[in-house]
Every structure is written in C-alpha cells, then in structure tokens.
C-alpha cells in the first residue's frame, strides 16, 4: 500500500460521513447546522466595506519609484 492510499484511508475516517453501501445499512441523518446569526453577517458586511474603503484611498506607491 502506498502513502496515497493511507491518506485516502485516514480522510474516509476524518470526518465519519462513511457508510456502507449495503441494502439495509444503517443511514445518518446529516444534522443541519445553524445559520449565521445576524450580528455575525453585519459584522463580515462591514469589514468587507471597511477593506474597500480603505484600498480606495490608499495611495498608489508602485509610481513612486
């Protein structure tokens, strides 16, 4: 077995999403996860206009030279 494989084989187990492809295997229900909150999404608007804001009017230092 080459290194490959037991990569694959440790990223299969990593996550425990593996089942078994049999007819009446046992079947996970994947649980939602919960939505970001309100605050979360204001809080990645602003910093994202606040990032651009600030590119704008940063001063253009490839000419300088």
């Known amino acids: 077995m080459d290194s490959s494989s ?10 425990d999403t593996a089942t078994s492809a049999l007819p009446r295997a ?12 309100g ?3 204001l809080r990645g608007r602003l910093a994202s ?7 704008a009017i ?3 230092t490839t000419g300088a030279f």
């Open 39 to 41: 605050w979360s999404v």
């Open 49 to 55: 206009a606040l990032h651009r804001l600030a590119w």
């Open 26 to 37: 046992p079947r996970r229900v994947r649980v939602r996860k919960p939505g970001l909150s």
């Open 58 to 60: 940063e001063p253009d």
């Open 6 to 15: 037991l990569v694959a084989l440790f990223l299969a187990r990593s996550d």
